[in-house]
């Protein structure tokens, strides 16, 4: 069944969508991470225009990233104070990124910086993602057990200066670290549709020791509050939200992400960040590879103005 | 007085050559074509008959005719760009942008084109594609040359530019129909579908449809309310997803 897509023009079957949806959805509740590193680059390669699909997501990862951000917070598992730091400075961040959106559509350099950008941040983290997995299933192996612990030696993150504390997270921390962060993943996840969780949630743990039950829960909170801004600015400034596309894509995925959840439950961790690993590796070679190895076309087209 | 009457007569002789005295009389299934949630594409059918001009003492018109319709989306402007291989990755360096181009460009003729008239006047009256792609631009004339040539074959790999040398059908010496499918990704707007009749290599009658690609309804109020209150849009959007996300939590709440 074909359904019309009126921002982006075409007409897609609607199974595929809701299909794409729920299959990121399923991983995103599995690895309890937002998903859009997946959907964005799935539609770019299904023919959906770029600007399109970036947009659409972020909507998506509202809705991706609610359900899970309501029950943390039902457990006391937010630290709404980090949160607030970390959102405004987000929000600031993804009125750069989507200024940097709309200048690089223009300049046709877009996919370019998308593709790169993918690259780079994925192949960061997912490397060091697998390198941490294989340390933890290898010392598992040898009956080592292995505990997650916090490392609570003071870095030099930790001697600057305006500290706050946080009462929620048990911690007397500067501002200067949190507010990059936020700033940084509000830039990054706004230029390529991505919520920023697999970022958020190292960068919490290991560069501001936040502690582990309020991670997720927080991290959540920044992206749903953050993703929430970012479609907004996105409809305002590029106006190349699908809300069909981004429906389409949310039931799927909530549903998706439930299934994900309860499979989650049979697998270990380690073993979890290992496969989460591997997919993020994936999805960066992919971008890779379209950018070194010749492509089918060098000539591209594309619309600079609208309809008249 | 005479020799002005004599004048008259000579010009108007040669202006109307023997055989020449036609016009068209034609239509277009569908003066709107509606964009609904299920629209996959539409078929149109261009009908119409060669009669003597009106008014003329001649009872019927003498063939052999050949018909060319040409049908024209709205127009948009465009760029092409071409990939070079620098530092080991492949990345957009140059583009040539085309103002006003067409966003849909489609030829159905009963013959091939070159074979109807000189392409000198094919061009003339933009009927190959190609004319569309050879206006003036500050890109320079071998670089137009060149994007242009590739611009018009990513359309036409896309189905929005196309010549179908066969597509008109003479059903009689003076009736004729085209089929012309219009696809998805024809863009909404005003659309025009130019009819010539040839014959001996000339234009002998021609005459201009319109109709328009529209989206109606909910496709309509979603893409209007996108560009006319961005801001409300941008907003309900999130409101939407705010609200799936909450329901699917409810609903599956273990």
Known sequence: MQIYLPIAELSVNLFFLVGIGGAVGFLSGLFGVGGGFLLTPLLIFSGVPTSVAVASVTGQVVAASTSGALSHYRRGGIDLHLAMYLILSGILGAFGGVATFSVLRAAGQLDLFIAVGFVVLLGFVGILMLQEAVRALLKSRQGIVVRERLPNQHSWIHGLPWRVRFKKSRLYISVLPVLAIGLFIGFVGSLLGIGGGFVMVPALVYLLRVPGNMVIGTSLAQVVAMMAATTIMHAVQSQSVDILLAFCLMVGGTAGAQFGAAAGQHLRGEQLRGLLALLVLAVAIRFGLSLVLTPDDVFSMAVTSAVR | ?254
Not at chain 2, 195 to 208: C, D, H, L, W
Not at chain 2, 221 to 243: D, H, K, R
């Open chain 2, 1 to 254: 007085m005479n020799r002005i009457l004599a004048l008259l007569f000579i010009v108007l002789v040669s202006a109307v050559p023997a055989g020449a005295a036609a016009r068209l009389v034609s239509g277009v299934s569908n003066d709107t074509i509606q964009i609904t949630s299920s629209f996959d594409g539409e078929r149109l059918t261009f009908y119409g008959t060669i009669a003597p001009e009106a008014g003329s003492e001649q009872r019927y018109v003498e063939g052999p005719f050949d018909v060319v319709i040409v049908v024209l989306g709205p127009t948009q402007d465009r760029v092409a760009r071409e990939k070079t291989h620098n530092f080991g990755i492949w990345l957009n360096t140059e583009q040539v942008e085309f103002k006003r181009f067409p966003s849909y460009f489609h030829v159905l003729s009963s013959r091939r084109l070159l074979e109807i008239a000189d392409i000198n006047l094919l061009n003339r009256n933009f009927i190959l594609p190609e004319a569309h792609a050879m206006m003036p631009n500050i890109a320079g004339f071998m670089k137009t040359l060149v994007f242009g040539r590739e611009l018009i074959r990513l359309m036409s790999e896309q189905g929005l530019f196309g010549v179908q040398e066969n597509g008109v059908r003479f059903h009689s010496d003076t009736f004729y129909s085209a089929q012309l499918t219009l696809p998805s990704s024809a863009p909404p707007g005003p659309y025009i579908a130019q009819t010539y009749v040839f014959q001996n290599g000339e234009i002998i009658a021609r005459k201009s449809e319109g109709f328009a690609v529209r989206k109606i309804a909910f496709e309509r109020f979603l893409a209007q309310s996108a560009t006319q209150y961005p801001l409300l849009y941008g907003i309900a959007c999130v409101v939407l997803a705010l609200f799936t996300g909450w329901l699917g939590g409810v609903l599956f709440r273990r």
